[in-house]
C-alpha cells in the first residue's frame, strides 16, 4: 500500500540528479523551420515604402545572467547535487527540500568561486519542497532579488540559472508556458510524495541538478526556484520536451522568511485533516479509498468523529481513491475551511461527517 502522511497537504519536485528525472537517451534535435514569408513592404503603384514600427528592444538575456549567475550555487550532497540561491548577506542559500533530503554533510561553491565551503541544514519544508542552508562564515555575500512572481504573465520571458547535470552556473532560456499549475510528485527513497498546487510552468529546459536553482525575469528577479523538469517519452513514442516547473517567489520568501527567523515553518498555509492513511484497493486491484492508520488527538479528523480504520473516499464532494489524490485535493483548501468528508467504517457502511480543516504543522 502506498503510504503517505495526510495531516500533510503535501508539495515538493524533482532534484538534482534523483530518480525523480526520467532522462530520454538518443532523443533527436528536430531544426524547426517556419514557413513564414516576409513581404518586401513595397508599393507597386508609388514606389514608396512602409516601415514597420519597430519592437521595444529587450534587455540583454547576457546581462541578466551575468547579474545573477554570481547568486547561484552549487550543492553537494551525499547522495547528488543540486542548485541553490542566496538570500541573505549572511550566507542562507534556499534550495529544494528533495535536495538535501538525503542528509549531509552539504557544500556549497558560489557562482563566483571556485571554491567549495560548508554548510549546514537550517531548516526545511517538505510540503513546498523548500530548504535553506547557512554556509559557515559566510560575510558579505550579494543576495538574489526574489520576488515578481505576482506580475508574471504567460508568454514572458524567463532564464532558468542552475547546476544541470554538474555544469555549472548553465543559462537556459524559456517563456512562462502558464501559471497556478498544479504538481504532484512521486516519492523516492529520500523525500515523499507531494503536491505543489501553485507553480509556474517554463519551456526554459530544467534538467537533474537544475533544482534548487533560479528561474528569472528580464528585470532579474529570481521569480521562482526551479524544482522539476519533464523529459523521455509518452507510450505513443512523441517526445517530451518544454515542461519544466518552479516555486513561485510569493511562497519561497513566505516559506523560506519563516525558516530563517524560526527555523522551522511556524504557519503553513495549508489545509490538513489530521490522519494519516494508505490508499486500499480492492481485490480487483481499483483504488477504493484511503485506509486511517492514525488520528492527531484534538485534531480536525479527531473532532469530527473519523476513527481508525475508516475509509476516506471523498472530500469537498471529490473523490480521494489514493492517497495520492487526497493530498492534491486538500492542497487545494484552505485552512479553517468547513468540508464534508465522505467514509466508511469497517463494516462498509458509509457516512458523511463535516470537519473544519486545520493547518497542516511543520
Not at 547546476?163 to 497556478?180: D, E, F, K, Y
Not at 528569472?216 to 517519452?233: D, H, K, P, Y
Not at 465522505?342 to 457516512?351: E, M
Request: with cysteine.
Amino acid at each position: 500500500m502506498a503510504h503517505s502522511t495526510l495531516g500533510m497537504a503535501v508539495s515538493r519536485s524533482l532534484g538534482p540528479c534523483s530518480a525523480r528525472f526520467r532522462v530520454a537517451s538518443g532523443l533527436a534535435l528536430v531544426a524547426a523551420v517556419g514557413g513564414a514569408a516576409f513581404a518586401s513592404g513595397c508599393s507597386s503603384g508609388t514606389g514608396s515604402q512602409s516601415v514597420a514600427t519597430p519592437s521595444p528592444a529587450l534587455p540583454s538575456f547576457a546581462a541578466v545572467a551575468a547579474a545573477v549567475r554570481p547568486e547561484i550555487a552549487l550543492i553537494q550532497t551525499p547522495t547528488g547535487i543540486g542548485s541553490g540561491v542566496v538570500v541573505d548577506a549572511q550566507g542562507d542559500v534556499v534550495t529544494n527540500a528533495h535536495v538535501v533530503a538525503g542528509g549531509g554533510p552539504y557544500t556549497v561553491q558560489l557562482g563566483t568561486s571556485a571554491v567549495a565551503q560548508q554548510a549546514t541544514l537550517l531548516g526545511e519544508f517538505a510540503p513546498d519542497d523548500l530548504a535553506v542552508l547557512r554556509i559557515t562564515g559566510a560575510k558579505n555575500l550579494k543576495p538574489a532579488k526574489i520576488g515578481g512572481a505576482g506580475s508574471l504573465r504567460v508568454g514572458d520571458w524567463v532564464l532558468a540559472i542552475g547546476n544541470p547535470l554538474g555544469l555549472t552556473n548553465t543559462v537556459t532560456v524559456g517563456v512562462v508556458s502558464a501559471l497556478g499549475r498544479e504538481v504532484s510528485e512521486p516519492a523516492t527513497s529520500t523525500a515523499p510524495s507531494a503536491v505543489l498546487p501553485d507553480s509556474i510552468q517554463t519551456s526554459a529546459a530544467i534538467n537533474p541538478g537544475n533544482s534548487g536553482g533560479a528561474l528569472v525575469n528580464l528585470a532579474g528577479q529570481v521569480v521562482g526556484i526551479t524544482t522539476l523538469g519533464a523529459s523521455g517519452t509518452l507510450n505513443s513514442g512523441a517526445v517530451i520536451t518544454g515542461i519544466g516547473f518552479a516555486i513561485p517567489s510569493t511562497i519561497v520568501n513566505d516559506i523560506t522568511g519563516q525558516i530563517i527567523r524560526y527555523g522551522r515553518v511556524v504557519d503553513s498555509h495549508r489545509a490538513a485533516l489530521g490522519l494519516s492513511g494508505s490508499s486500499l484497493a480492492n481485490s480487483a486491484g481499483a483504488p477504493v479509498g484511503v485506509a486511517v492508520e492514525a488520528v492527531t488527538p484534538g485534531g480536525p479528523a479527531a473532532k469530527a468523529g473519523i476513527l481508525v480504520g475508516d475509509l476516506v473516499t471523498a472530500v469537498a464532494g471529490t473523490p480521494t481513491p489514493t492517497a495520492e489524490r487526497l493530498a492534491e485535493v486538500l492542497a487545494d483548501q484552505q485552512p479553517g475551511k468547513r468540508v464534508q468528508v465522505q467514509l466508511k467504517d469497517s463494516t462498509g457502511s458509509a457516512r458523511t461527517v463535516n470537519v473544519v480543516l486545520g493547518t497542516l504543522p511543520s
